[in-house]
Every structure is written in C-alpha cells, then in structure tokens.
C-alpha cells in the first residue's frame, strides 16, 4: 500500500515541474480583470449601452410640452381693397417685423410616446446583456489561452527532463562503447534518440511561444509566472439539466435576445401609432410690427386644442408597419437561434466535462502504471537484466502518458468553465466584478 502511495505521489507530481517562478504571481482572475478593463471591444459596446440609456430620455421628451420662438424681418408690399379704398392705388411698402412664442403640449398621439420609451428601455437592456454576454465569452477566451500557456509550458519542462535523461544515457554508452563494452549499434539507437528528443523539445518550445503570443493578443499582457487555477467546484453544475436551466436563467446572450423581442413588439406598436389623429393644446402669442400694409403695432393670442389627422402618406405608414412586423418576426427567430446555440454549448461541454473525467482516471493509471515500470527497471538495471536503452524505453514511455495527463487535464479543467459559461456563471464563478455601471437598469 506505501509502495503504491509513493507511484501515484510521484506520477502526480508532474504538475509541479514548472522550473520558472516569480515574486508575483498572475492568477487566472487578475488576467480576467485587467482584459475586461482595457480590452477595445468592450469599450465600444459599453458606449453603445450608454448610447441607448440616453435615447430613453429622448423617448420621455415626447410626453413634456414644447416652446418655440420665431422672429423675422423684410421687406412687404401690400396691396389690398381696403388700402385701394383709402387712395393707395399702387399699393404701400413697410418693413415687417415680427416675434413669436408658440406653445405645444401634446395630448395624444396614438400611444406612441407611451410605446418609443418601452422600445428604447428594451433595447438599452438587450445593450447592456450583449455587453455583459461579450464579457463572459471573452473571459473564456482568456481562460482558455491562460490554461494553454500552463500547458505548453509544462510539456516543455518535461520535455527539458527527458532531453537530460537522454544526454545522461548518451553519455554512458559513448563511453561504454569508446571503452568496448558497448556496441556502435547501441550508440546509434542513442544518437537517434537524442535526436527525437531534442526535437521534442523544440517543438515544445514552439508551441510555448504560440501559447504565449495567442495570451498577449487577447490579454495584451505577457504571461508571468502563471498560476494553476482551480474552478468553484459549488459553481459547476452538476447535471446537464441544471447546466441549461441555469443558462435559461443567466445567460446573458438569451436575456438579451429576449429584450431584442420586447423592443420590436414596443416598435410595431410605434409604427401602428401613424394610423391614429394626433391632438396637441398649443397657445400662440405673436406681435407683428408694419404688417399687411397697416403702420404700427398688432398683437395676437391664441390658445387652441388642435387636431392633426393625416388621411393619407403615400403608403409609406402602412409599409412602416409590415416592416416592423417582420423585424419583430426577426428577432423572435433571433431568440430561438440563441436558445439553440445554448442548447448546443452545454451539451458540448457537458459531454466534454463527462467523458474526460472519465479519461482522465484512465490516463492517470497509465501515468503510475508507467512510473511503476521504469522503477522496476531500474532495480532490473541495478542487477545487470536490462540495458540502458531498456531504461531509456521505460523514459519515454513515462514522458507520452505525463504529456497526455497534462493535455487531457487541460482540456477537463477547460469544460468546467465552458460550462460556467454557458449557464453565465463564469464571471461569478471568478468572483471577477464588472463595473457597476454595467450594471444599470434602464429606467
């Protein structure tokens, strides 16, 4: 029982073979924060938010009143009955004046008002959780391309350990064949070896380096001394039927394409307004100075409740409403599309999350189960009954199954946070908090 604690102690400890360390570390939370703080993207579509928080106000300047001045000047000539009575034959020429206040305050207008404020309020909703959903999925990115450097950053140590392994075995049949116990074979198939491994290894170096660039392009930060995360285990669903309940309830992408739903009903509402009178109460004060061919001053008010009824527009209001009838079926689609995509999401990262658990005891197995035979080997060795190359063999078998613990472990911590992502419990999850101003309802 000790001996089998002590193979899988040692097969384990592949994940702490990383030989670069830090002062400070940089934890899969703090790379989250900072792209979610200066990434570009997010920037635009916060300001798009904040855009249509605003057209909610110019939506609710419909239901206040309006105050509007005129003045002018210019020349008039008149030429009238009454004036041609008085003698004026040819008519007079005056300078006009005049200044006006006109009040408006209207008083319907075929709920139109009433429908524009629960457009603009919907689609500043559907704003902010597009946002809020944009946010999400580019933590996952970050997630992603985080776990990646981890990855590629542990193959390469191990592929540095074996590449020593194998100058260390290299070493010792060149000098047993220089001293003529070993063979020029034996030191061939070494050769060869080494090779491979050096290959190995430069290979590992390549993808590092991709890892690390992919990091910087979607964090804009070099990865440095990178920390291990560990997902909420009490966040992660425990069943696919909770996994897509959850997303029902959260998942920003859904929400928004539900409010998209509301602001087009609110906007085939709108456009139906056109078919209705408008009726405004409006006062009128007016003074007009030298005007219609009389010197002198005239002053005017009027306060009327005014009727406005147009009888026909060209068509133009009835195509306005069949357009809107269709973007509201378009958005109703939308929804469905987005419900599909959700459906899709969780089932592919549930499976994953399942199957490579599953895959993962597996590989851990093959992990001891190798680490056992190279220790058996080396006692064999120690007794003359196997060869170097035979230790050699043991090594590289060891070095595949930790490179395949290390890439399935990877890919099963991933699944965990693509299904945080699906359900719209990742940023949660992260315990990574978005601006309170994202956080504004649309009022």
């Given at each position: 029982m000790?001996?089998?604690?002590?193979?899988?102690?040692?097969?384990?400890a592949?994940?702490?073979?990383g030989?670069?360390?830090?002062?400070?570390?940089?934890s899969?939370?703090?790379?989250?924060?900072?792209?979610l703080?200066?990434?570009?993207?997010?920037?635009?579509?916060?300001?798009?938010?904040?855009?249509?928080?605003?057209?909610?106000?110019?939506?609710?300047?419909?239901?206040?009143?309006?105050?509007?001045?005129?003045?002018?000047?210019?020349?008039?000539h008149?030429?009238?009955?009454?004036?041609?009575?008085?003698?004026e034959?040819?008519?007079?020429n005056?300078?006009?004046?005049?200044?006006?206040?006109?009040?408006?305050?209207?008083?319907?207008?075929?709920?139109?008002?009433?429908?524009?404020?629960?457009?603009?309020?919907a689609?500043?909703?559907?704003?902010?959780?597009?946002?809020?959903?944009e946010?999400e999925?580019?933590?996952?990115?970050?997630?992603e391309?985080?776990?990646?450097v981890?990855?590629?950053?542990?193959?390469?140590?191990?592929?540095k350990?074996n590449?020593?392994?194998?100058?260390?075995?290299?070493?010792q049949?060149?000098?047993?064949?220089?001293?003529?116990?070993?063979?020029?074979?034996d030191?061939?198939?070494?050769?060869?070896?080494?090779?491979?491994?050096?290959?190995?290894?430069?290979s590992?170096?390549?993808?590092?380096?991709?890892?690390?660039?992919?990091?910087?392009?979607?964090?804009?930060?070099?990865?440095d001394?990178?920390?291990?995360p560990?997902?909420?285990?009490?966040?992660?669903?425990?069943?696919?039927?909770?996994a897509?309940?959850?997303?029902?309830?959260?998942n920003?992408?859904?929400i928004?394409?539900?409010?998209?739903?509301?602001?087009?009903e609110?906007?085939?509402?709108?456009?139906?307004?056109?078919?209705?009178?408008?009726?405004?109460?409006?006062?009128?004060?007016?003074?007009?100075?030298?005007?219609?061919?009389?010197?002198g001053?005239?002053?005017?008010?009027?306060a009327?409740?005014?009727v406005?009824?147009?009888?026909f527009?060209?068509?133009r209001?009835?195509?306005?409403?069949?357009?809107?009838?269709?973007?509201?079926?378009?958005?109703?689609?939308?929804?469905i599309?987005?419900?599909?995509?959700?459906?899709e999401?969780?089932?592919?990262?549930?499976?994953a999350?399942?199957?490579l658990?599953?895959?993962?005891t597996?590989?851990?197995?093959?992990?001891?189960?190798?680490?056992?035979?190279?220790?058996s080997?080396?006692?064999?060795?120690?007794?003359?009954?196997?060869?170097?190359?035979?230790?050699?063999?043991?090594?590289?078998?060891?070095?595949?199954?930790?490179?395949?613990?290390?890439?399935?472990d990877?890919?099963?911590?991933?699944?965990?946070?693509?299904?945080l992502?699906?359900?719209?419990?990742?940023?949660?999850?992260?315990?990574?908090?978005?601006?309170?101003?994202?956080?504004?309802?649309?009022?």
């Amino acid at each position: 029982m000790r001996k089998l604690k002590r193979v899988a102690a040692a097969a384990t400890a592949v994940f702490a073979v990383g030989l670069h360390t830090a002062v400070s570390a940089q934890s899969l939370e703090q790379a989250v924060a900072f792209t979610l703080d200066s990434n570009p993207d997010l920037r635009v579509m916060f300001n798009q938010f904040k855009a249509s928080q605003e057209q909610i106000a110019v939506a609710k300047g419909g239901y206040l009143p309006t105050l509007d001045v005129d003045a002018g000047i210019g020349p008039e000539h008149t030429n009238s009955p009454s004036l041609r009575d008085s003698g004026e034959d040819d008519g007079v020429n005056y300078i006009r004046k005049e200044v006006g206040l006109t009040f408006r305050q209207m008083l319907f207008q075929g709920f139109a008002v009433q429908s524009d404020i629960t457009r603009t309020q919907a689609e500043a909703q559907a704003d902010r959780y597009a946002l809020l959903a944009e946010a999400e999925n580019m933590a996952l990115d970050v997630v992603e391309v985080y776990l990646d450097v981890l990855e590629a950053q542990q193959i390469l140590d191990l592929s540095k350990l074996n590449l020593d392994k194998h100058m260390e075995v290299h070493e010792q049949i060149r000098q047993r064949t220089e001293s003529g116990v070993g063979t020029s074979t034996d030191l061939t198939q070494i050769n060869a070896r080494v090779a491979l491994a050096r290959t190995n290894m430069i290979s590992a170096q390549n993808n590092l380096l991709d890892a690390q660039s992919q990091f910087f392009g979607v964090v804009h930060q070099r990865p440095d001394a990178l920390v291990p995360p560990i997902a909420d285990a009490d966040r992660v669903p425990q069943t696919k039927e909770i996994a897509l309940a959850k997303g029902r309830e959260s998942n920003p992408t859904l929400i928004s394409a539900r409010y998209d739903i509301e602001a087009a009903e609110a906007q085939h509402k709108n456009r139906k307004s056109e078919n209705y009178p408008q009726v405004s109460f409006e006062i009128d004060a007016r003074r007009t100075i030298d005007g219609d061919g009389v010197e002198g001053y005239e002053n005017d008010l009027a306060a009327m409740i005014r009727v406005r009824w147009n009888l026909f527009n060209g068509g133009r209001d009835s195509a306005a409403v069949r357009e809107s009838a269709y973007q509201l079926s378009e958005a109703k689609e939308i929804n469905i599309r987005a419900y599909r995509q959700l459906e899709e999401g969780v089932e592919l990262a549930w499976h994953a999350y399942e199957l490579l658990n599953t895959q993962l005891t597996y590989v851990r197995q093959h992990v001891e189960a190798a680490y056992a035979t190279k220790e058996s080997y080396d006692k064999q060795f120690d007794i003359g009954r196997r060869s170097l190359l035979d230790l050699l063999d043991t090594e590289n078998e060891l070095f595949e199954a930790r490179r395949s613990y290390i890439s399935v472990d990877t890919q099963y911590q991933l699944s965990k946070y693509r299904l945080l992502n699906a359900s719209g419990q990742l940023l949660d999850a992260l315990r990574v908090a978005v601006p309170s101003q994202w956080q504004e309802e649309a009022e």
